[in-house]
C-alpha cells in the first residue's frame, strides 16, 4: 500500500495565516500540521508516500523531508496548479500508485486514539473495495454523512445534508484498491468544477463494495482547517503531551520505533533538531530507550551511592571525543520531570569507569564521536 497526503488547495479559512504560508505547515502546537498524518502512514507501515501541493508551495515540502531518507522512508511530490477536488489526488497520483493500493489522507486531518493503529493496520490488510471511517459529530450536516442500513452497513454517503440521517462524518482518511484510480480518472467536474472523492466512494458503495469504520469513542478526529479547529488541536496536544510525558506524531521517533530509521540515523535527526526544545529532547530519550549500544546511552547501572543516585553512562570500551555532538538530559530519561535543563558536552569524555553522572542522568553521543579503543 502507498500513501497520498493531500496538501494543496488555498486554506481561504485560515486566511491571513494562508497568504504565504501552507496550510499544512501551519504548527499545531509543536510541530507543522503535516506530521500528523504522515506519522500515521507511517504507524500503518506505509513506507512510499506522495505529498501533493501547490506549486508556490511544494519546495517548502521538499526542504523539510528531501527524498523521505531522514526517516527511512520515501517521499515524493507533485503538483495541483489549482484546487481541483480530493478525487484529484487519485488522478494526479496514479502513476506513483502503480498497481498497489492507497491511503489517501487530508494533509489538515488530525487523528489520534490509543486504539487507532491497531484498527487501521487491521483495516488496510482487510481491505477490499474502499474502507473509510466515520466520526460521530454534533453537527453532521457540516460534513459528508453516512447513511447506514440496519445491520450497520454503508448504503450511502450524503454530502453536507440539511437533514442528516445519521450523526457519523466520513473523516478524510480513505483506503482503496487500485480500481479507485479509474473510478476518478473517469469523474466529470461537479457544479463547483471540482472531481469529489464522495462521487468515488458512491461508486464503491453501488457496487457493495465500500464499508465504513466507526471510530468511537476513544478516537480523536479534527479537521484543523479554520482558526477555531486549529487552535482546539494545538490545546489537544499541548495537554496530552504535558501531562503524560509523550510526543503526538513526533515522526523521528515513529520511523526509529517502526524499525524504518536505525540508530544513526536517529543520531543525525538529534543533531539536525537540537536539544535545546521539548522535541528535541524527546528524540534524544527515545534513542536510549530505543536502541542503547555503544552509539548511544547505556543505563548500565543506577545505584544509591552518596549525593543522590548515579548513573554510570556505558561507552562500552570506547571514548567519546565530544566536538558538541554529545547532549547529557538530567532526569527526564526515567520519567521525572524536573527540567534541569541540557548540558552540551564539548569535550572529551573520560572512560566509563570514571564517567559517572551525579543524579539520574543520560549521555547520548553519536556513534561518530565513539573512539573505540581495542
Not at 437533514?163 to 473510478?183: E, F, I, K, M
Request: charged content about 25%.
Amino acid at each position: 500500500m502507498r500513501g497520498i497526503i493531500l496538501a494543496g488547495g488555498s486554506g481561504t479559512r485560515l486566511r491571513p495565516l494562508t497568504r504565504t504560508q501552507s496550510k499544512q505547515l501551519l504548527p499545531v502546537f509543536d510541530k507543522p500540521l503535516i506530521y500528523y498524518p504522515l506519522s500515521l502512514l507511517m504507524l500503518m507501515g506505509i513506507r512510499e508516500i506522495l505529498i501533493i501541493s501547490t506549486p508556490e508551495h511544494v519546495g517548502q515540502y521538499r526542504s523539510l523531508f528531501g527524498d523521505g531518507g531522514d526517516l527511512g522512508i520515501r517521499v515524493d511530490y507533485a503538483e495541483q496548479d489549482r484546487p481541483r477536488g480530493l478525487a484529484d489526488a487519485l488522478v494526479v497520483g496514479r502513476e506513483f500508485v502503480g498497481d498497489e493500493q492507497v491511503a489517501l489522507i487530508l494533509g489538515d486531518n488530525i487523528f489520534h486514539g490509543h486504539d487507532l493503529v491497531p484498527v487501521l493496520r487491521e483495516q488496510a490488510v482487510k481491505l477490499s473495495g474502499a474502507t473509510l471511517f466515520g466520526y460521530p459529530v454534533a453537527d453532521p450536516e457540516r460534513y459528508g454523512v453516512a447513511v447506514l442500513d440496519s445491520d450497520g452497513g454503508l448504503v450511502d454517503i450524503e454530502e453536507k445534508p440539511e437533514r442528516p440521517r445519521s450523526s457519523l462524518a466520513v473523516t478524510g482518511l480513505y483506503l482503496y484498491d487500485n480500481d479507485a484510480l479509474d473510478y476518478a480518472a473517469e469523474l466529470t467536474p461537479s457544479a463547483r468544477g471540482e472531481l469529489e472523492i464522495t462521487d468515488v466512494n458512491r461508486r464503491f458503495v453501488r457496487e457493495g463494495r465500500a464499508r465504513l469504520v466507526n471510530l468511537g469513542r476513544g478516537t480523536m478526529w479534527l479537521d484543523a482547517g479554520t482558526h477555531e479547529t486549529l487552535l482546539e488541536a494545538a490545546n489537544y496536544v499541548r495537554v496530552l503531551q504535558s501531562r503524560q510525558g509523550v510526543q503526538i506524531a513526533c515522526v523521528e521517533e515513529v520511523a526509529h520505533r517502526m524499525g524504518m530509521l536505525d540508530g544513526a540515523g536517529m543520531d543525525a535527526a538529534i543533531a539536525r533538531v537540537g536539544a535545546d526544545s521539548d522535541y528535541g529532547r524527546h528524540l534524544v530519550r527515545v534513542r536510549a530507550e530505543v536502541s542503547g549500544g555503544p552509539d548511544a546511552v547505556g543505563a548500565a547501572r543506577v545505584g544509591g551511592e552518596e549525593g543522590g543516585p548515579v548513573m554510570r553512562v556505558a561507552v562500552d570500551q570506547g571514548v567519546c571525543i565530544g566536538s558538541g555532538q554529545c547532549t547529557m538530559i538530567t532526569d527526564r530519561v526515567f520519567g521525572q520531570r524536573e527540567d534541569d535543563g541540557v548540558v552540551t558536552l564539548e569535550d572529551e569524555h573520560p572512560p566509563v569507569e570514571e564517567h559517572d553522572l551525579v543524579r539520574t542522568a543520560a549521555v547520548i553521543c553519536p556513534v561518530s564521536a565513539i573512539s573505540v579503543s581495542g
